[in-house]
């Protein structure tokens, strides 16, 4: 059987890049088609610019609009922006096309799973729901914010062992997390910028989505609530999270830091090509993890989130820890793809 | 009157340029002998090389070691790093001096004060107890760590309306904290460091004394606990820190902003020259303050508190903020200064 | 008699607010209107948001369209992009404005004077020239780009002392060259880009023009070539350049010196309120000038521009050395207030 | 044959770090004996901290002192400092080692191989000479200054194809090669440090010697000057320079591009396990090279140097460009295991 074809929106900004070099090699995907904004029409390679390397194989593809009618392909990945995304995604996905989109826009829809693939697989069950209630062949995945990720995977062995009441989070986050033109280097330069705009309402609300129970048809949030301090520091890539978790009931340390180290979920049991062997790694020295060392470590490069610093709060039933994840691989393109790769070996993309 | 004349120990470093050029044009103090440790015997803008500038007047000042006999001050103020502190401070005190430091080598001793000149003023009566304790005709006064200064300023307020019972901070520290050989920059540019050794565990204790209750010639330390986690960030001046604060009533925030913005210590209703006519800043913008843009700002530059991002969290009782303070200034050359001259106005110099 | 009303066009950017800064106080000039573009009819202060500081007094001043109608002042500098400029400031000349611009739009035309108080105070003698050509009341006198100051004001006195026959300059400039929003983050953290688009053709020729020999009311250029490579590093205030240039004669490295340090024009001896008592400082420690130390130096902060590391090349009668200036001040804001200085004491504002 | 062993003096640094990484898995060369100075006696893995990845089959390589009688080992790397390599150096010549050394120690003595593999490789014959005079078994070979590989590899072709008469780089160098620990952070964050000492005396000789012509057992230095400043940029990895050639004769600019990027020296013939395909990459896209984005780039990853911006300059037979050059792969570790191989290949490692 040869591999699914699969179309990338919005290749040409830096998450594209990263699906391209992903899915370079993959064994079951093949890129096939991508589309642009202001690029259409053009070779892959020139839309890149200088800023990036195309893999050899799609350097003369051209970048077409983003019409499903020019798609012929077997699933698509979407980095669209928010606003092009609300459109888009949902015409590709009327149109027949399974869509894994890393945007926003459709994250918080009732009927739209949120994904994190070794969090809550069996989330994927929505899909059929999405299909029944708005009678289309293709529908919509999501993956979250990439803040979001930095946290929310450490926290699923947490919940499992112990329960979790409360989150406080305080984020460091790589100007990459902003776009290749988010950050003017004006405001970042030598600085820190207590503030995203936006950012603190995702990654206080996705958590309750992600790590919520699947009934009937439906999800049902999960009953602690995240308090979230979102910053912006100059680290080019790498999202570090400073994380305070009261759990739900008394705990050893080195029960926690077995929970965490030792945590495998569907992705890696089924060996999927884009799981890391541990989805958490768990760092003894005392001063990691660090962005710039850690955030394209791992054995699928940038997959694993890295955890460190684990130790008791003062108060009662309380861990605190650092963890980072690369906002770019594991917190986009990433997670879209092993979450695709999730759907495909579950029989969801035939 | 003439002005008193002072020696800095330790004045060749980083923090020693900040009292030099606090010091200039002092209404009171006036510098008169500085030591050094590997510049001994040279004239003091050598000894900076070309690291910093020294006030005109200061330029061919000959770098002593630091022995007391050489020094004929009215009092010394000392940045020496710690080990050197913990033999050398007492021996000024001995021999008669009031010892200002910034060092933390005696921070902890039962009959030290630590001071920030806003939140204990009282605690100056600790000088007496310390003299004759130890027989001393001098003492030794203390000022925090720089990071510890960052949020315990702004405690003060909220201690004071509505009780504390629990504080979480996370910290992004300037490389400056860590003077100017601390940190190489292999280990930061573009990078974070979620570890600073020693720092928390400093963070951790000393709000509790300083915010303590003075009776019966001892402090006793405040009920809360402190959960830090300290980290360095690529900023060269500023340490900034998220905060968040379980208050020991229910509370309207606008009581809180109030209770910060309207704060006045004993340094601002004596009108002491260093104290800045709001010691806690309360900014509106949704994305200050910053290191960059704020860390200098003030009327007396650097000694104001910046508090912005102020809410409620999601937790009862729990406010949340961001608080930025000038590691070199507000969290050493500056308090030491500001203390001095509460100590000064109150008649404990004489 | 009272001060000169003048008028900012483009108040709103990063040079804009260094106008603001710099004329606040000025004993000639008193700002009292400003023009902007994306914040016409609003308060100064609020179209800053909270990028920089504006002077108290200016703070409820109304941001104008950039119209002649609008303006009731004695002269108007203006900031403004290049084409903006190329139509506004033609219709302030018109309507009877002197006008002191920093943009490029004009900078080239045979009429229009190119300012470098020191170097070329008579080349002001084209106003006259254009008045008359044009047919307009008021006229246009422009500055050059901030990075051809680094190295035009140390050429001077070697032009004068032993004539200079090749210029050779590579240049290292900060990111607000580009202005706030010029330089995405992501291209610049921990990288240097080794081109600057349209800047060497205007380092390559501006400093022929401003060293060139006004007679018979046109300027003769002179008679060298530069060569540039431009370079954006990054730092955030200040251009550094290494220059070697090829003087016409052979000379003794001390008079090169002693030309460089002993420089004064017209504005030191008229004791201008913008003109630093010298234009051309000479470091002589081995490792300066460097940005983020002396950017912002000097008796009029950031007016001087430092020159070190002076020393021969291996080729005859060449001479190589460092030099960097504030782009923002002596690069644009300082240089237009100080060319309006100028022309008011040698009463080309009557 | 199985392969040699090799041992790495001074391993525990950053250029030793490398060497384990570009050694690991080499055909032709197996790490089997490592030195350091404060770590001996612990395992690799130890020694290294978090500070770098040590090769899974080395980790517990026990830390040897630097001593010969320690080394089984069939060559040696060195890239100890240069004080130390004064002696140990000898040391293992001696005792009968080959030694290929990036320290600076022996690389000006007459006797002593500056190796550039591509450039010079006939100088490998002053080993037999080395040998004699000195009556060693072993013998030293070194390798450039990082700085100097930056350009004196494009020079090569230039001097084949049109002669050189003078050459002028201005470099911008990153924080690694000074070493680990070279830099402090407040020193360099967000500024440009005109001057490294030593440095511009090492690049204006070295070439000389590498393009020399060696004839009756010596090296006739090149007949041309090369004038230099060297400067300290906030980059990571990668030295960038701008050069600026005066060429022999007149030449054609498609003549000079065609003569660099056709360019293959003897390790590209024989096909040397670490030659890069090209060993210099001349890069058409305006703003490139860019020390961030390509430092890491080539077929043998960051081996080649990489030429850009290549245009005339003003005066005649001059040509100017940038070039690239990873320090820490090209401009030590790399050139060192290159210039090995091609020691072996033309049968001086028997």
């Keep these: 059987m040869g591999k699914l074809k699969v179309g990338v929106l919005g290749a040409t900004g830096m998450v594209g ?5 992903m899915l370079d090699g993959h064994p ?6 991508v589309s642009g904004n202001t690029t259409v029409g053009r070779r892959l390679a020139e839309a890149y610019g200088g800023r990036g390397e195309v893999p050899e194989r799609l350097r003369d593809l051209e970048v077409l609009p983003s ?11 979407s980095c669209l922006p928010t606003e092009a995304a609300r459109t888009i995604e949902p015409g590709f996905a009327r149109a027949g096309f399974p869509v894994f989109s890393d945007a926003s826009a459709h994250r918080y829809q009732d009927d739209v799973p949120l994904m994190v693939p070794e969090v809550n697989p069996d989330h994927l069950d929505l899909i059929e729901v999405q299909r029944r209630r708005r009678g ?8 979250p914010n990439c803040t979001t990720l930095t ?3 450490p926290l699923k062995p947490l919940v499992d062992a112990f329960g979790v009441r409360h989150v406080d989070v305080v984020t460091m986050q790589s100007i990459s997390g902003a776009g290749y033109n988010g950050v003017p280097s004006m405001a970042i330069l030598g600085n820190v910028i207590p503030y995203i ?16 129970r699947l009934a009937d048809g439906r999800v049902e949030p999960a009953g602690f609530e995240v308090d979230a301090t979102c910053t912006r520091v100059p680290t080019l890539v790498g999202h570090l999270a400073s994380v305070s978790v009261e759990l739900g009931r008394d705990f050893r340390l080195e029960d926690a830091v077995e929970a965490l180290s030792s945590f495998e979920g569907l992705p890696q049991r089924l060996e999927l090509p884009t799981a890391p062997r541990r989805p958490i790694v768990v760092m003894s020295e005392p001063d990691r993890p660090q962005p710039r060392l850690d955030a394209e470590a791992g054995d699928v490069r940038g997959m694993p989130v890295f955890v460190g610093r684990l130790r008791k709060g003062a108060r009662e039933r309380t861990i605190r820890f650092v963890s980072l994840s690369n906002n770019l691989v594991r917190g986009a393109a990433g997670i879209a793809i092993l979450t695709a790769e999730l759907a495909h070996a579950t029989g969801r993309l035939v």
Aim: without cysteine; hydrophobic residues 45%; charged residues 35%.
């Design 197 to 212: 705009r936006g950012e603190e309402e995702k990654v206080s609300t996705e958590p309750k989505k992600i790590l919520g």
């Design 28 to 33: 079951w995907f093949e890129v096939s088609a």
């Design 151 to 153: 946290f929310v995977l």
């Design 136 to 143: 289309w062949d293709g529908f919509i995945v999501t993956t």
């Design 67 to 77: 019409d499903p009618k020019r798609f012929d392909v077997d699933l698509v990945f």
């Design 17 to 21: 890049q990263i699906y391209l070099r």
